[in-house]
């Protein structure tokens, strides 16, 4: 298996990803019976050096229950009959995971209402009032 590209400056190492070759589900007639075509990629992503801890951690959190006990990610794909075309989806998922761990999360600004969002507010506290307030009984002042 050949390195993998995430960005320019910045390569998983082959010796990081291993993948294994599993009988795949679903039609396919006898072919789907014979052949192991699906694909289970996994990257170690505990003893991996080329990212650091936040980018780990973000990592984690998208990988959610992909992450298994070691550490390690598995990604699995079937969506084709060839095994070549599968193990290249699992990478190209792969690689976008790690791309989207690479930017780190935006800082909420915190921002206050402005003066006429406030006006609208109790404008409409008004109103809502007003409009309760005729839904009453005739006989009541």
């Given at each position: ?9 910045l ?7 291993e993948w ?11 072919h789907?019976?014979?052949?192991s ?11 991996c ?9 973000r990592?984690r ?12 990610v ?68």
């Amino acid at each position: 298996m050949t390195d993998l590209p995430i960005r320019p400056g910045l390569t998983l190492p082959a010796a990081l990803l291993e993948w294994t070759a599993v009988r795949a589900s679903g039609p396919g007639g006898q072919h789907v019976n014979r052949t192991s075509t699906r694909v289970e990629l996994r990257f170690d992503l505990a003893n991996c050096a080329e990212l650091d801890d936040g980018a780990k951690a973000r990592v984690r959190r998208l990988a959610g229950r992909r992450l298994d006990a070691d550490g390690k990610v598995l990604l699995t794909s079937q969506l084709t009959r060839s095994q070549d075309r599968n193990l290249d989806d699992a990478r190209t998922r792969l690689a976008e995971l790690v791309a989207r761990a690479l930017e780190p999360p935006v800082k909420r600004v915190a921002t206050r209402p402005g003066k006429a969002a406030k006006r609208r507010r109790v404008e409409d506290k008004r109103r809502q009032g007003e409009r309760k307030r005729e839904r009453g009984s005739a006989d009541e002042p």
